[in-house]
């Protein structure tokens, strides 16, 4: 991540501190000169980015800052951990989800005034949410799959015609020319319109359900060229797929109906005013992901547990059954569009059926030498994956560098990448010898159109090219014919070699190009070749004594694959069963994840964990690291810590906001407000902008009690849409009412979570992590000190802040 950090100095800014602060110590007063040093400190956030999970400077008096004079001795109690990654194809300031209920005075009023029918107006809204994601997804997935049958489909029949007329040359320049032209279209759109679409945008919502928001991630925009872009890209014959843009598309829609549409686009919905909350968007996002999945691969049940497994970090009851809902309704609309289109009103598309691959026709009936082959496999996928993996990773920073040098070098990137493609799909079928059509299927062989098993290519009348028939080919037909048991020796062991080497390498060097591009069809792809040229010589071996056929072998190879790329076991089972309709399968498929995904282990992380690390983007695994019970959660809390009083100054609370980007601060009452100083609660960045902007001051330094409930309402305080949250440069604040004060009480979230300074770290993380929290207050272990130590935010828990704070530390992380 060193040319992130480079790329945060050349704007001009620095890394953030993260919150914290330290209690013990006397407090060291500032006056001019002193002000100058702190603001000299301070200047160390960047005015690049925006509001995040670190807390800035505040005033307990009119005219002085307080700080803790052990944080002053300590700079490595700082904390320097990067607020930038990488979204899409572009660099993008981060920033935290607070997924934590507000227990404010405000809040607590406004439930307590709703009425029944307003509690079930909001939970009627939630199913009526979800019926519109998967009636939404739904269609764009049908579209998506309308629309690249059909530009491909006149592609291939344009080459197919000039080879027809041994104009081979015109042909190639032909095929190679849509594929430009399609690919730049895509690039075009991801360079210059929406960077963030870049990608399968799995990794990115991964985060986001994990508490972690990007500008752009899910904005219209980047719906928008998700959905185009991924057209653009699968039809220009890339080796992508478009299964992983369909789980950010879904993503995108639920965020546009969850934060109540677009008021930049005109699009806004007034009745949608209750999701205005990272909470309940985390919830339709979830299911917009497992919709995504549903929608791509046409796998109900397989998108749901695809939710659960890989991309959600928080999961309840409630919302397992609205995920599965909104997935029954992906299927319920595909099957109704894929009967429409059975009868040829789609042109080329509609005839694969709701199952994509059905290979329910191959009867298993395995022995044990089957078994050991399928171990073979097994294993295989695991070392064949995490070296996939591995490489995935060096090209993704490669490119990240030449992306960082403009959209123009995107675009140029992703038309050498599409010459590349175009060469080895059009030019190596020239290599592979004709094979002669087998009998009796005389109309289907050789294949004069778009779609079928036999490709002429430049063969004579009565042959077929077999390795023409894989690689121009749409994805979903070569899958169809290597997954097919009908002629076991369709393709000669030397094609299914020439084609996994093409794919695997191709498909590595096609991600992370400036196109929205899915890793599920490659992978699938790649391993059915192999998986198919192992069935091939068990055949050659065994003879007729194996009961597996070479289709059953080619969808275990899939399996294993994907096993050994991206380490999901269940729901990877479930959508391959829903892909190919055959139930039989199941003992076979679980056998080969598990193989997979433990060899694959024992090398690397899965692929999309590798992404999101690669990124930059501070991800909360399920786990605390073993280093972290060493250390408790006082050790970690960087500072300087900021307090508010309850009723404090409006020109320290504006001077905090203007000097910091931080997003909460803890508030303490002090006397007369009480007899001792005591933690009231926390208060969020985005909620005194609120109130400073309604200027409901105060002369005196007095507790206003419950008056401000009159003036407000909770809707005020709701989460905006994408950047159209109140700013500090939105107040108009006079040298008068600067001087006046402000009643933080009403918005101060009274029950913030805390856990005591002795707790040990890998406890706090879990707990951090469980509960969705933005904010983590550490409070003392002994009376007579200030009320809080510090405050845990995200990034005090990443290994980079940890270990840079306790050195001795990374050698036993690496050990581990």
């Not at 991630?217 to 060229?225: G, Y």
């Not at 299964?243 to 109906?257: D, K, S, Y």
């Not at 998986?531 to 597996?548: H, K, N, T, Y």
């Amino acid at each position: 991540m060193e040319y992130l950090r480079q790329r945060e100095r050349e704007d001009g800014g620095d890394i953030e501190n993260e919150a914290g602060g330290d209690g013990g110590g006397e407090e060291v007063v500032y006056e001019n000169y002193e002000r100058k040093e702190i603001e000299r400190k301070a200047s160390f956030f960047s005015e690049n980015e925006r509001d995040h999970d670190v807390f800035g400077a505040g005033g307990q008096s009119a005219n002085r800052l307080l700080l803790r004079e052990p944080l002053l001795k300590s700079k490595s109690r700082i904390n320097t951990t990067s607020q930038i990654a990488i979204v899409g194809a572009n660099v993008s300031p981060i920033e935290s989800l607070d997924y934590e209920i507000i227990e404010n005075e405000l809040f607590k009023q406004d439930w307590r005034s709703r009425k029944k029918v307003e509690i079930y107006q909001y939970v009627f809204l939630k199913w009526t949410l979800a019926l519109l994601i998967g009636l939404c997804t739904g269609l764009v997935g049908f579209f998506n799959n309308l629309a690249v049958e059909n530009i491909a489909g006149f592609k291939f029949l344009l080459t197919n015609s000039l080879m027809l007329k041994h104009q081979y040359f015109l042909a190639f320049a032909a095929y190679a020319g849509c594929n430009v032209v399609l690919a730049v279209c895509a690039a075009v759109l991801c360079a210059f319109i929406a960077p963030a679409a870049a990608g399968s945008g799995i990794p990115e919502v991964k985060a986001y359900l994990n508490g972690v928001d990007a500008h752009s991630i899910l904005a219209p925009s980047t719906l928008f060229v998700k959905i185009f872009g991924s057209i653009f890209g699968v039809a220009a014959g890339f080796v992508v797929g478009k299964e992983g843009p369909m789980v950010h598309t879904g993503a995108c829609i639920a965020n546009l109906l969850g934060q109540g549409g677009s008021r930049k686009y005109h699009l806004t919905w007034k009745w949608l005013r209750y999701f205005k909350n990272d909470r309940d968007r985390r919830d339709l996002i979830t299911c917009g992901a497992a919709a995504g999945v549903a929608a791509a691969f046409r796998a109900p049940v397989g998108g749901v547990l695809f939710a659960l497994e890989e991309a959600a970090s928080w999961w309840r009851s409630a919302l397992l059954w609205r995920t599965f809902f909104t997935t029954a309704v992906v299927a319920v609309v595909l099957r109704g569009l894929m009967v429409f289109c059975g009868s040829g009103k789609c042109g080329l598309f509609g005839k694969g059926g709701l199952i994509m691959f059905d290979v329910s026709s191959a009867v298993p009936a395995y022995t044990t030498p089957d078994v050991l082959a399928v171990i073979l496999i097994g294993v295989l996928g695991g070392i064949f994956g995490s070296l996939y993996n591995f490489l995935v990773d060096k090209v993704l920073k490669t490119y990240s560098i030449i992306n960082e040098r403009g959209p123009g070098f995107k675009v140029l990137l992703v038309i050498f990448i599409s010459l590349l493609t175009s060469c080895c799909s059009y030019g190596l079928p020239w290599f592979a010898k004709c094979t002669p059509c087998p009998t009796g299927i005389e109309e289907d062989c050789p294949t004069v159109g778009q779609s079928g098993d036999y490709k002429s290519f430049q063969c004579g009348p009565g042959q077929y090219n077999d390795l023409a028939s894989l690689l121009l080919n749409t994805s979903d037909d070569a899958i169809r014919n290597l997954f097919s048991s009908k002629n076991i020796h369709e393709f000669h062991l030397s094609t299914l070699v020439v084609f996994f080497v093409a794919v695997y390498f191709l498909g590595i060097v096609t991600y992370g190009i400036a196109v929205p591009s899915g890793l599920f069809i490659p992978v699938i792809l790649a391993g059915s070749s192999y998986g198919r040229l192992v069935g091939r010589l068990v055949e050659m071996v065994l003879g007729s004594s194996s009961g597996l056929g070479v289709g059953l072998f080619s969808v275990l190879g899939a399996a294993s694959f994907l096993g050994g790329t991206m380490r999901m076991t269940v729901s990877l089972c479930v959508i391959l069963l829903e892909l190919t309709n055959d139930l039989l399968m199941l003992p076979l498929m679980m056998l080969v994840l598990l193989i997979s995904k433990t060899v694959a282990d024992s090398f690397n992380k899965g692929v999309y964990d590798q992404i999101v690390k690669m990124k930059g983007l501070p991800y909360l695994e399920a786990h605390a690291e073993p280093y972290m019970r060493q250390l408790v959660a006082g050790d970690v809390c960087s500072g300087p810590l900021i307090t508010f009083s309850g009723v404090e100054k409006v020109g320290n609370i504006l001077h905090a906001l203007r000097l910091t980007r931080h997003n909460g601060f803890p508030v303490i009452d002090e006397p007369p407000l009480s007899e001792a100083p005591e933690l009231c609660g926390l208060v969020l960045r985005s909620h005194l902008l609120v109130l400073l902007k309604g200027k409901n001051f105060l002369k005196h330094p007095v507790s206003t009690g419950l008056e401000i409930l009159k003036r407000f309402h909770a809707f005020d305080f709701a989460k905006p849409g994408l950047g159209k949250g109140l700013k500090v440069e939105d107040l108009e604040i006079t040298a008068e009412e600067m001087e006046m004060y402000i009643d933080l009480h009403p918005i101060t979230n009274t029950s913030p979570y805390m856990v005591v300074e002795t707790m040990s770290l890998a406890k706090a993380a879990l707990l951090f992590r469980e509960l969705g929290l933005r904010h983590l207050c550490v409070v003392p272990k002994k009376p007579g000190r200030p009320p809080i130590v510090g405050i845990l935010t995200r990034h005090d828990f990443m290994p980079e802040h940890v270990l840079g704070l306790y050195p001795h530390l990374t050698r036993a992380h690496k050990v581990m």
